[in-house]
């Protein structure tokens, strides 16, 4: 006998899962049955089958024991007895077999039960057939679930409602399952604190993010303003504020210290942005310097020199936001390749704002 | 009388012995499912030794089905056939039909 082609086990579970239900809330022991059909057409020599097969032989076998116990219990039944005899079984067999291809012995009206043709073929089965045990182990079905009751009045402690209600019945429900109460809120509302609540919160806001674009101007290419912060509107603040929105120092204005320029390359081919907006950039700086003092910030009394990166090939690009948030002072200039397009096009885009931006600021 | 006692005597003994036979072979079909539909047909008894029997007989039905076919694949065809003997009458639909218009003579079938 081989083992075939044919997985009966695994095949006929997983065919029988996305089966459609037919009989309904037995599928669990039809395809228990059809796997133990299956092994016995395979332990008998087929090596496949049509899965209708499978599904006949397992319907006929759960239709045999279910005959089998009901003509069983029918004979103890007519025997005066509830519980079931071997004889009974016998006999019950004896119907079953002998209504389709008889046994020997059946015919004699006297004969012994035990001495039966059915007995004798089913113990020379058991004596000589080869035992296919079931693959899998199977639990006690039906599963039974102890179903979670209400307890009762007497399990709960309770005494119940009405004198008319014994305690054995089942408790009624607690009270905040049918009776709604409103729910309030106790916290009285300041409409006077809560807007002072919430000015407060924007103007922390305001100063944070204003500090940000402070420190991004003091090394970027942006023009700066004289802050005032004494002002308190929210609008104007930000505007005047803004250190791009301001007109930008003229040139000579401001003595700065000279750049200490250690080396770069003579092989450039490109100007790099930061080269043509170094007179911008430095007029930023002298401008944030100013107002910086009114925001009480450290600041370097030289100027850190500038390192200008120029590539033969590629565009180098400055980086003056990320760079200045992080606080690298000397080595800020330089830039990785895969964000030098990015970069550059920010800080052209800066640029391009605070040249407009003084038109800007004739409408505030 | 007597010899009827004797012999049922006998029976017992005869019975016993083959009951404990059956405590040695393990059916391919599992105790629980055999417990299951024998509970759902009323069947009620103590002794599991029954249910070892009422086990048995049912594959050994099944195995004395002969296979017609050399290549040995069950079909519906070889099973009716089988079971016929048996007293089980099967008729398998051949194949499945979307309308019950299929197989019609094609002039007499109004589209």
């Known amino acids: 006998m081989s083992d075939g082609g044919k997985q009966s086990g695994v095949d006929n579970e997983s065919s029988s899962s996305t089966k459609k239900k037919q009989k309904g809330g037995d599928d669990f022991g039809r395809s228990v049955s059809r796997i133990a059909v299956a092994q016995i057409c395979e332990s008998v020599g087929f090596q496949s089958s049509q899965r209708s097969v499978l599904d006949t032989l397992a319907d ?15 004979y103890a039944n007519i025997s005066g007895r509830t519980e079931c005899n071997p004889y009974d079984v016998i006999q019950g067999l004896e119907e079953l077999a002998g209504s389709a291809q008889g046994f020997s012995g059946a015919s004699d009206d006297n004969r012994c039960l035990s001495s039966s043709g059915v007995v004798r073929d089913i113990s020379q089965f058991a004596s000589t057939a080869e035992e296919v045990p079931f693959p899998r182990v199977i639990p006690r079905f039906p599963v039974v679930r102890t179903l979670k009751t209400t307890p009762s009045f007497a399990q709960m402690g309770k005494t119940p409602a009405g004198k008319h ?37 924007r103007r922390r806001a305001e100063s944070s993010l204003l500090s ?49 320029i250690p080396k770069y390359d003579i092989a450039k081919k490109r100007f790099s942005v930061l080269e043509t907006f170094a007179p911008a950039i430095e007029a930023a700086k002298a401008g944030a310097l100013e ?41 800020s200039w330089f830039l990785r390749d895969d964000q030098k397009d990015d970069k550059k096009r920010r800080a052209e885009m800066i640029l391009k704002e605070a040249m407009e931006n003084p038109q800007e600021l004739i409408q505030l | 009388m007597n010899s009827s006692n004797e012999g049922r005597h006998d029976d017992e003994a005869a019975l016993t012995e083959f009951l404990s036979s059956l405590m040695d072979y393990t059916p ?14 009323g069947f009620q008894c103590p002794d599991l030794r029954l249910h070892c029997k009422a086990r048995l ?52 079938r109004e589209e």
């Open chain 1, 212 to 260: 940000l674009q402070q420190r991004i101007a003091c090394y970027g290419a942006a023009v700066s303003v004289p802050s005032d912060n004494a002002n308190d509107s929210k609008g104007k603040q930000v505007a005047e504020n803004n250190p791009f929105l301001v007109p930008p120092l003229p040139y000579d204005s401001k003595q700065v210290s000279g750049v200490a």
């Open chain 1, 60 to 74: 006929v076998t759960i239709r045999y024991i279910c005959s089998l116990g009901k003509s069983a219990h029918y």
């Open chain 1, 165 to 201: 209600i014994p305690d054995w019945l089942p408790a009624f429900p607690d009270p905040h399952t049918y009776v709604h109460t409103p729910v309030w809120n106790e916290r009285n509302t300041d409409p006077r604190a809560d807007k002072l609540e919430q000015a407060r919160q």
């Open chain 2, 28 to 41: 391919t079909i599992p105790d629980e499912l055999v417990e299951h539909y024998l509970g759902k047909s």
């Open chain 1, 291 to 331: 107002c910086r003092a009114i925001e009480r910030r450290s600041l370097p009394s030289k100027r850190a020199p500038v390192h200008f990166r120029i590539g033969v090939d590629k565009k180098s690009i400055s980086v003056p936001l990320s760079s200045g948030v992080l606080g690298n002072k000397s080595d």
């Open chain 2, 57 to 108: 007989s049912a594959p050994v039905k099944d195995k004395s089905k002969q296979p017609k076919e050399k290549r040995l694949v069950l079909t519906m065809d070889d099973l009716s056939r089988a079971l016929r003997e048996y007293g089980v009458n099967l008729k398998h639909p051949d194949y499945f039909a979307d309308s019950p218009l299929t197989g019609m003579d094609p002039s007499s």
